[in-house]
């Protein structure tokens, strides 16, 4: 298995739809239960490349699996800040390659952004562990944030300063 960590171009639009989708419909991981419209995958990657937000991809054989992406703010007082997102497909997990695609994607990040915040669910232990090893810290807790499958989640903020 040969992986390659690299920017979304607007041609992988199909496939950075499948993996999300995939991921989402897992219904543990993103708020999202199900990808939105592939045209829509579509106008997040030209938005993303046109303002300069950092968004890489894990290709296997031709395959999309796995995402980061850092989206600047466009609140007033708060464009020096980005929020990440970022899945990997099950098949993928517990090899490396998301500290691989959050390390591309934070280096990319590291000449535009001050700061960089995410939520993550309280249960998912091993992203938690993989953004404590990169350099966020924990910033907050939102007790019952979620409510899927008839369980309660919290939502942790995490968030990382450069410099």
Known sequence: MTITIRPITEADAEGFHAALDSVAR???YLRLTEAPPVEASREFIAANIEKGNPQWVAVDEGRIVGWCDI???DESGSEHCGSLGMGLV???RGRGIG???ITETLVAAASGFERVELDVYSSNLPA???YEKVGFVHEGRRRR???R???YQDI???GLLFN
Do not use: D, F, V, Y
Request: hydrophobic fraction near 40%.
């Open 145 to 147: 944030a979620i409510l």
């Open 71 to 73: 989206c600047r703010s």
């Open 156 to 158: 942790l903020t995490m």
């Open 149 to 151: 499958g008839g369980e």
């Open 90 to 92: 099950a098949s993928h």
């Open 128 to 130: 938690i562990r993989l």
């Open 99 to 101: 500290h691989q695609l």
């Open 26 to 28: 897992e219904n543990r």
